[in-house]
């Protein structure tokens, strides 16, 4: 395993390809994160499988609904995903699981590089968690560059790397739309916002997806894609929320 990826990344290196797997530098320990207290954020939740694989992050914004990426639950059915919330160390049994009895996907959803990356689920019972507000639709100010966002998931600590067993969270600045497109040919200021520092090393990375961008205390972003994870010059792509919040509204 250890010599094929190696050579892969050899190959990749040669061709200066960045994709995925190209670099496994320094600035990828954790994605710069640090432990966050799940008292402090009761809205954040992470999805499973039902037999308790974490694989996406989701945000509780009512009592019974969880605003999560379309990426996460695309050709999936309500039973074959379980809702944990209230649960900061994955391994443990503290929170309550629900299960869902509908998911919702935006019409439009094809791929994450195309936007409309966002799904609502409804679970099997209402909980006793503090959810995070919508934003207003339109609201620019949310998404204006260098604003600070958090970040917050059980996914990868590194680009190679394992999955985090506690709940983590990081700051990072939102970047501005015509830097973004530099990075990305396919980034969409419409669908899409970007964060991330100039040189990475903070940053999202897989299996936050679906999990919360949180700007001036509201659900701005989802987790949806980016190249690699931390990498200088290849910042965190969002799903815009502002553009598709009457959409999630209609479906509260
Ligand atoms: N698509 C990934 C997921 O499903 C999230 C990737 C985020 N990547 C990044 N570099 N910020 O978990």
Known sequence: MRPIRLLFAAGLAISAVAVGLASASATEQIVGGSR???ADHQYVVFLSTPDGFQFCGGTLVADNKVVTAAHCTI???????????????KTSAEGITSAVTDIWIHPDYTDVRVGSDVSVLTLDQRLPYTPLGLPD?????????RTPATILGWGR???DGQSSQYLLKASVPLVADADCVNSYSDYDAKAMVCA????GGIDTCQGDSGGPLVVNGRLAGLTSWGVGCAAPGNPGV???LGTYVDLVRSRL
């Open 75 to 89: 050709r999936k059915a309500p039973g074959d995903v379980r809702v944990v919330a209230g649960r900061e160390d």
């Open 238 to 240: 969002y799903t815009r």
């Open 196 to 199: 991330g520092l100039p040189d």
């Open 137 to 145: 639709a339109n609201d620019a100010t949310l998404y204006a560059a």
């Open 157 to 159: 600590t590194a680009v």
């Open 36 to 38: 966050a207290s799940i």
